[in-house]
């Protein structure tokens, strides 16, 4: 059992300072740690084991323990194993040593877990507001347990400004968003330019926080939280909802019928096609090259056709439940699919060879947007950044879920780490992926499709789920709790962890090229932003107005111009 | 080389022709189980409240009146068209239908609303769900060899008349 | 006085008459043929005209620091274009034959570029001042190209009048014309950024700069520059027939030579075609490789000069 022969090792290791520890699965491993040896035990974890890190989470246990609860989450993706590093904080000294001087991937995981909890990282270099508006009054923390979810504190000010860094020397400052026609959301990033180069940026996200997290814990059920958590991406939406009912199951040890595990995977997979799709037009339209943006959107549309036709809608497909799916895939359906994968193909196919000897979309992208080996271990890029640096990280055979290890595919790697590589990553893996559907097509069971469910779920139990999105990893944890909702649920998009490499992405690089690094990440801002917020509905309708944003961008750039 | 991949680029583009769909020209076909607006058939309908009960939106609510009288109210602005509710009604007194043209300037047309009368027990007076829909016509208004029922019934028509009141539903709840 | 000044009154409303009315309709095609390439439906052809029409209706707003010089640059940006329609041979002779000469025809192209400068550094905004010092590095590499051409015809024919240097001047040499095909190439590998079209319009970069200097505008003043864009198109194509395919559209007097003039417009008419192919099937250029593939091209330019000047 190789989580059993890891905590051996880490007992080995660290001997005392080791609480406690859980196996739930020979995949899983939870450590509870003291609070002083967290930062040794994760250096150790991430230095000398070679792990990657995976995420953050902050917990208020009060009401059931007394305490704060935190977990490092790390991946052993050669082992085939997740582990969770666990500390409990006393409620009135909720401190924690940083580890992100260690590990910089957890930069902004401790500074949200700032500002939602309270919890404070201590030692953490760049200590500002990650989510919350800078009018938000301090000791407020949403995601406590005492605060209610519809709260608005009185003393918050909607008008503050952002306090921006001091811009270095020599540099003119070009904002880049929120108000920006390649993003689709908002985003802003701070541009310090010399003429054409970027010297660096500063990030400003966030903004469209919805309250996800907490509205999960507070007032929805087990079963309507996939529902919501479709809702969190505009394209990964059945990624999040089968990451948050398989944390569920595990948590609750419940076996899902295999049929169901089928169709969850065929429509990941619809799913993963229609995203690349999407991005290969969306790259070339940022280049300029909208002619290939328009094929890839009609070569990509009978996906969104057959999808309306399994699940009764383009993208929001509902189709997951805790314990199984809601709809079948009938024998007419499982043709159709697969004229539709054949045509797909064909189509594919030409385009891909049109497009590897395209030395126009080359000049534009290779060497652009460079995220080499070093940065992708230690900010923990993932998804096609990492492959196409020769990383060679993917959940589905790392972390198998679904059906999974029941398929046969390979993972698509590039060598060159910049914006061609992950080009040619994304438009290979859509071979890939027509492969995984037609195996699943071809192997699907008959059976029942919902595990039925005859008493109510454990309560207190943590479960853990990677699922790949077409973006990277998307981990989701939840710990069950009474009333027929979760206790805690975090979602870690991969984005989160995209965004973090994109300033030394861009940095010496020129404006030109800021937009097209930026989409190589297949920047997914609803995903990132999803955490906690507060439904304003009992005050004003939003926090900004999109015509205060607008101002707002406006009145800087004036400002900036002026002062230059 | 360069030129020879844009002219197979030019050829795939060419080779597809116009893609272009007529809509809204023409009507679309639309898939047989497409999740389109709910459809409330009162008819059927039990007031067993289980559709508001798994609603994620927390769109349809619930508003006894008095004993007999149950108000279900679908208000239709932040309905996902998840079709939970269609899942769950034990009578299929709800059908995803295929209407997604929505778009309107005034919320009220979106909504539904339903005037559910329960049945009651004849020994306690309490309601229960009736069997079929066809056994809740047949005791509607018919009811009365109980003062006390009588009673609540014209003060439920009383109620019923001023529109105003019962459309005044607060939203909040939790 | 005689027929000439009337000639050229006449002569010069004709011309630019003539592309007022049919640059939108350039434009149209451009779309058109686009969209049919892109798989697309497209929109009318003569939509650009429905388009300015609507932006002329618009309310003007002065935003951005110097409106009046914001205002200033669009009225240039329009009247440059249609100057230089009334010096190019459409068919006919041009009326401002014996009144003006390619130097003149070399500063008034250079001009219409630095209309667009003059609009991006009046407006002063972030994106607009990025956008116009890319049109101020491109303009300095690409203008040498047409005026090299324009002296290599005349070092060829030993004039500098209009209706002798835009007659296929380039070519008229003794033995093989190096220098004109090697002009032709030149031409045609820069052509798009002359009329700024993808992979060369890059100060206009919608994706990367929000439309660069023309985004503090608006309204007419915004219709003012787009009409400029679709006259420059048919402008320059116009241009380009002249200089090196004149076959078949010899002017002479008007009235003389209809089907002179049809061939014209229609030798137009496939330059556009080619356009647009090329601006559908390309991705944008970044403002470093751009300039230096013109640096390159203005070596060959100079090259071929060199050729000129001894006959070649």
Redesign the interface.
């Known amino acids: 059992m190789i989580a059993r022969e890891m905590f051996e090792a880490f007992k080995a290791k660290f001997g005392p300072l080791i609480e406690r520890a859980d196996m739930p699965s020979d995949r899983r491993l939870f450590v509870y740690v003291d609070r002083s040896a967290v930062q040794f035990v994760c250096q150790h974890v991430f230095r000398e084991l070679d792990a990657r890190y995976v995420a953050t989470i902050g917990t208020d246990d009060r009401p059931f323990s007394g305490k704060f609860l935190v977990a490092h989450n790390f991946a052993f993706d050669k082992d085939h194993v997740l582990c969770s590093v666990l500390t409990q904080l006393p409620e009135n000294d909720p401190k924690i040593d940083s580890i992100t001087k260690m590990v910089p991937a957890a930069s902004w995981a401790e500074r949200e877990m700032r500002d939602l909890l309270g919890i404070e990282p201590v030692g953490h270099q760049y200590m500002k507001r990650l989510v919350l508006p800078d009018g938000w009054p301090e000791g407020h923390h949403p995601l406590r347990k005492d605060v209610p979810w519809n709260e608005v504190p009185e003393n918050y000010n909607p008008d503050s400004e952002f306090t921006f860094d001091e811009a270095p020397a020599g540099c003119?400052?070009?904002?880049f968003g929120p108000f920006?026609?390649?993003l689709d959301e908002p985003a802003h990033f701070r541009l310090y330019v010399e003429g054409?180069m970027v010297r660096g940026c500063e990030y400003r996200g966030f903004m469209v926080h919805r309250g996800i997290e907490k509205l999960a814990e507070s007032?929805?059920s087990y079963?309507?939280?996939p529902?919501?958590a479709e809702?969190i991406c505009g394209i990964c939406g059945c990624v999040h909802s089968v990451a948050y009912v398989q944390a569920v199951e595990e948590a609750a040890a419940l076996k899902v019928p295999p049929r169901a595990e089928y169709i969850r995977t065929i429509m990941l997979e619809l799913e993963r096609l229609h995203s690349h799709l999407l991005w290969v037009g969306l790259a070339?339209?940022?280049?300029?090259?909208?002619?290939?943006?328009?094929?890839s959107f009609?070569i990509r549309?009978p996906i969104m056709w057959i999808a309306?036709?399994i699940?009764?809608?383009r993208k929001?497909y509902?189709i997951c439940l805790v314990g199984g799916v809601?709809?079948d895939i009938t024998h007419e359906i499982k043709a159709e699919l697969r004229l539709v994968l054949d045509k797909l193909e064909a189509?594919w196919r030409?385009?891909v060879?049109?497009?590897?000897?395209?030395?126009?979309?080359q000049?534009?992208t290779c060497g652009v947007g460079v995220a080499d080996k070093s940065l992708v271990k230690s900010v923990g890029l993932l998804g096609p950044v990492a492959r196409s640096a020769g990383v060679e990280i993917d959940c589905r055979r790392d972390h198998p879920y679904a059906a999974y290890d029941r398929v046969e595919f390979d993972v698509i790697t590039a060598q060159s780490a910049d914006v061609w590589g992950r080009l040619i990553v994304r438009m290979n893996e859509v071979f890939e992926s027509i492969r995984i559907i037609r195996q699943c097509l071809d192997k699907m069971e008959d059976g029942p499709l919902q595990l039925e469910i005859k008493d109510e779920l454990p309560v207190g139990r943590m479960g853990l789920s990677s699922v790949e999105a077409p973006r990277g990893e998307s981990h989701h944890f939840v710990i069950t709790g009474e009333n027929n909702r979760p206790r805690r649920w975090r979602v870690r998009a991969p984005t989160y962890q995209n965004l973090q490499g994109v300033p030394m992405m861009i940095k010496d690089q020129?404006?030109?090229?800021?937009?097209i690094s930026l989409g190589s990440i297949d920047p997914c801002f609803s995903c990132t932003d999803r955490l906690e917020t507060v439904d304003l509905r009992s005050g004003t309708t939003k926090v900004w107005s999109q015509k205060q944003l607008l101002e707002l961008t406006w009145k800087k750039?004036?400002e900036?111009?002026k002062t230059k | 080389?360069?030129l020879?991949?844009?002219l197979?680029?030019t050829l795939?583009?060419l080779k597809?022709g116009r893609?272009t769909l007529p809509y809204p020209a023409q009507a679309r076909p639309?898939?047989e189980?497409?999740?389109g607006r709910p459809i409330f058939d009162a008819t059927k309908c039990i007031g067993c409240a289980g559709c508001a009960n798994?609603?994620?939106?927390?769109e349809i609510l619930v508003f006894d009146v008095c004993q007999e009288i149950r108000i279900l109210q679908y208000l239709g602005r932040r309905c996902?068209?998840?079709?939970?509710c269609a899942?769950v009604c034990p009578e299929k007194a709800i059908t995803?239908s295929q209407e997604f043209e929505n778009a309107t300037n005034r919320i009220a047309d979106l909504g539904q609303k339903l005037d559910i009368f329960m049945s009651t027990c004849q020994r306690c007076g309490r309601c229960f769900k009736g069997a079929a829909a066809l056994e809740e016509l047949k005791m509607k208004g018919y009811r009365s060899d109980d003062i006390q029922n009588e009673r609540w019934i014209y003060r439920a028509h009383a109620f019923l008349e001023s529109e105003p009141a019962v459309d005044d539903i607060p939203i909040e709840l939790? | 006085m005689d027929g000439s000044v009337i000639w050229r009154i006449v002569g010069g409303v004709l011309n630019v008459g003539v592309v007022l009315l049919i640059a939108p309709l350039g434009q149209g095609v451009l779309r058109k043929v686009?969209a049919r390439?892109?798989?697309?439906q497209g929109p009318p052809l003569l939509q650009p005209y429905f388009d300015l029409l609507k932006l002329l209706g618009k309310e003007d707003i002065e935003s951005g620091?110097t409106p009046a010089m914001q205002r200033f640059a669009a009225y240039l940006s329009l009247s440059t274009v249609l100057a230089v329609a009334c010096l190019v041979p459409m068919g006919f002779v041009t009326p401002m034959n014996g009144a003006a000469d390619i130097i003149l025809l070399i500063y008034l192209l250079t001009l219409c570029s630095i209309c667009t400068l003059l609009a991006g550094l009046a407006a002063?905004?972030?994106?607009s001042?990025?956008g116009a010092s890319r049109e101020m590095m491109s303009m300095i590499t690409l203008e040498p190209l047409l005026a090299i051409a324009l002296i290599v015809g005349a070092v060829h024919t030993g004039s500098f009048r209009l209706d002798t240097v835009l007659n296929g001047s380039v070519y008229q040499v003794a033995g093989f014309p190096w220098s004109g095909l090697i002009m032709l190439a030149v031409m045609v590998l820069s052509f798009q950024a002359f009329v700024q079209r993808?992979?060369f319009?890059?100060s206009e970069?919608?994706?990367?700069l929000?439309e660069g200097p023309l985004m503090e505008y608006s309204g007419p003043k915004l219709a003012l520059f787009k009409y400029a864009l679709m006259a420059k198109l048919v402008v320059y194509s116009a241009l380009f027939v002249r200089m090196f395919v004149p076959w078949g559209s010899e002017f002479t007097f008007p009235l003389a030579g209809p089907v002179f003039w049809v061939m014209f417009w229609a030798k137009v008419f496939i330059v556009v075609l080619l356009v647009t192919l090329v601006a559908?099937?390309?991705?944008?250029?970044?403002?470093?490789?751009a300039i230096r593939f013109f640096a390159g091209l203005c070596a060959v330019a100079l090259g071929a000069l060199v050729l000129a000047s001894y006959g070649f």
């Open positions: 003119t400052v070009v904002p920006h026609p390649t054409e007032v929805m079963n309507d939280i529902m919501l809702r070339c339209h940022i280049v300029g090259f909208d002619t290939l943006f328009m094929q009609r549309e309306e036709k699940s009764g809608n929001t509902a809601r709809r189509e030409a385009v060879s049109a497009v590897s000897q395209d030395r126009n979309i000049k534009r020129q404006i030109a090229d800021m937009t750039t004036r900036e111009t | 080389m360069s020879l991949s844009k197979e680029e795939i583009c597809a893609v639309l898939p189980n497409f999740r798994n609603c994620p939106a927390r996902t068209y998840c079709g939970r899942d995803m939790d | 686009t390439v892109q798989s697309r620091e002063g905004s972030t994106y001042l990025i993808v992979p319009d890059i970069a919608e994706t990367e929000m559908a099937t390309h991705a944008r250029y970044r403002i470093d490789q």
